[in-house]
């Protein structure tokens, strides 16, 4: 079958996803939670054969990598998803007009929600997940380096789909090749939305040759300024949980700021970062500081390429400001308007830094890890989009839905 077809198939099947009702889209999803964990050895062993072709020092790795308790997270959200409520046929604007025409604005799907995406096996869970809650088919190009893992995720959401008499082509996974890559960039007409998740080359390239429009969900360079008021105990565990908690996921630290008057204690803030030999580039001042008090194997001086970079491992560069508004013209020339966070118990730098800060998620006192979809009460996210117009932030079930506009009328003609 060429792809062609295959894209005509998918958008006919999600025509028929608005004929099934809110029950039938949670026994599927339920379904395919559970049979996700008793088929837990086979998706293991075929994720294996995709790691086994990757060197584990590679920062795609970790995420290529599922285990037993990440798939048992798959299912909880997967069964989250199914327990929020329906976002289609939300009624957001209502009005009888003084000719009598009824105007009602309600959520609908996109249709059909096309998705390119790295060495993230799990993306393939959240993605089906969230598009058949939302109503929506999706076509999925995932990466060659987890194709194994892949296909055997597919092989299972098709057999619950089968078994409950729904056209299993409401998900379909192209070939890993490029071809399908540019087909599925040009496929106006089939596919309604583009959504690219990994890397910013990924982004860019999807972005500047796609045909139809794409949501975008950028790379995470990710700061947390430590303000001259910070507390250094709370400061220090935020600063370890933001970079360490997973370090190849977008929303981790890649740069820490800190104010001049806090350099004393910038070896008790970085202190336990040792513990899991993160490597520290360090500016001029900081470095001075750090030197003979941080392991020397994990200190090296930063350089024009430390900052604006997104390390999605063990490193991270440090920035000296001499003020508020210098760390402020940091973020605004290196972020990504991803995630951004200020350490600080001063109530008016804290309040001036969530209004002035640019980016998706703007954090006071806590963690930059929290940016994600099920951490937000979305249930799962099918992405973090760093862009302004429909979406922003973790994309969940509402931002999946366009509107329409109905019209009831009993015989009126315009003059």
Known sequence: MNLHQQFENTLSASRELNLLSVGQINEVLNKIADITEKSTDFILRENQKDLARMENS??????????????????????????????????????????????????VPFGVVGIVYEARPNVTFDVFSLCLKSGNACVLKGGSD???????????????????????????LLPAGREATTELLNARGYVDVL??????????????????????TGAGICHTYFDEFGDLVKGSQIINNAKTRRVSVCNALDCLIVHESRLPDLKNIVKILS???????????????????????????????????????????????ASFEEAIAHIQKYGSKHSEAIISENKTNCELFLKTVDAAAVYVNASTAFTDGAQFGLGAEIGISTQKLHARGPMGLDELTSFKWLVEGDGQIRP
């Open 58 to 107: 590679d920062a795609k790795y970790d995420r290529l990598k599922l285990s037993g308790e990440r798939l048992k997270s798959i299912a909880d959200d997967i069964r989250n998803v199914a327990s929020l409520p329906s976002p289609l046929g939300r009624v957001l604007l209502e009005s009888v007009r003084p000719n009598g025409l009824k105007i009602t604005k309600i959520t």
């Open 146 to 172: 987890a194709s194994n893992s892949n296909l055997a995720i597919v092989s299972i959401i098709h057999k619950v789909l089968v078994a409950c008499k729904i056209n299993k082509d409401i998900l379909t």
């Open 195 to 216: 959504i690219p998740r990994g890397s910013q080359g990924l982004i860019d390239f999807v972005r500047k040759n796609a045909s139809i429009p794409v949501i975008e």
């Open 275 to 321: 513990k899991s030999n993160v490597e520290i580039y360090a500016d001029k001042q900081s470095y001075g500081v750090l030197d003979g008090k941080y392991p020397d194997h994990l200190l090296q001086a930063a350089d024009d390429e430390s900052f604006g970079t997104e390390f999605l491992s063990y490193r991270m560069a440090i920035k000296t400001v």
